[in-house]
């Protein structure tokens, strides 16, 4: 069984930043892609970034390409979602997200753990 435990959200105005953190327990045996997706009021849920196993591949959805960054800490079991120059429709719940591969996805369909969700909002 695999938990994933988000932190960071919360408030913030329009050009700051946020981090997020994701908290995972899972058996060291298997390999786990992670990713990042947000849903927002009356939106589904979107891909918004995702990493290998080894940290060394990284993808994310062009809307926030260049002001987002995921990373891994395997050591930590923790994956980071580093938000920069936030705007008001990054407004949304972030979940993290683990796959059973080594390959990365942005189909939240492939995913197989997902955490509850940590609130973000970015004021105008």
């Known amino acids: 069984q695999v938990q994933l435990v988000e932190s960071g959200g919360g408030l913030v105005q329009a050009g700051g930043s946020l981090r997020l953190s994701c908290a995972a327990s899972?058996?060291?045996?298997?390999?786990?892609?992670m990713g990042w997706f947000r849903q927002a009021p009356g939106k589904e849920r979107e891909f918004v970034a995702a990493i290998n196993w080894t940290g060394g591949r990284t993808y994310y959805a062009d809307s926030v390409k260049g002001r987002f960054t995921i990373s891994r800490d395997n050591a930590k079991n923790t994956i980071y979602l580093q938000m920069n120059d936030l705007k008001p429709e990054d407004t949304a719940v972030y979940y993290c997200a683990a796959a059973v591969s080594i390959v990365p996805t942005s189909d939240p369909d492939d995913m197989d753990y997902w955490g509850k969700g940590t609130l973000v909002t970015v004021s105008s």
């Open positions: 899972w058996r060291t045996s298997s390999s786990y892609a």
